[in-house]
C-alpha cells in the first residue's frame, strides 16, 4: 500500500517517495473538499478528494491506495 508521509510527502508501492511542500498539501486537501484534485510529480499522481489524498497513480503500478484512506 502507498503510504502517506506527514505532513507533506507520500511513498507509492515502488518506493518512490513524493515530497511536497507543507503548504501545497494543505493547498489541494482544502481546493478537494469540493472535486477531486491531482498533485504530479515525476509521472506519479497523487489524487485528493473531501479534504484527504485518496490514491497514488504510479506509472510503473495501475494504481496505489494510501493507506487507511477509502
Known amino acids: 500500500m502507498a503510504v ?3 505532513p507533506s510527502s507520500f511513498r507509492c508501492d515502488r518506493g518512490q517517495e513524493l515530497d511536497f511542500f ?4 494543505k493547498e489541494m486537501k482544502q ?3 469540493n472535486k477531486r484534485v491531482r498533485l504530479g510529480e ?5 489524487i ?3 479534504g ?7 506509472p510503473k503500478l495501475k494504481k496505489c491506495k494510501i493507506t487507511g484512506i477509502e
Open 4 to 6: 502517506e508521509i506527514y
Open 52 to 58: 484527504e489524498a485518496i490514491e497514488i497513480l504510479c
Open 31 to 33: 481546493m478537494s473538499k
Open 42 to 46: 515525476d509521472g506519479h499522481t497523487v
Open 48 to 50: 485528493f478528494y473531501k
Open 22 to 25: 507543507e503548504s501545497t498539501i
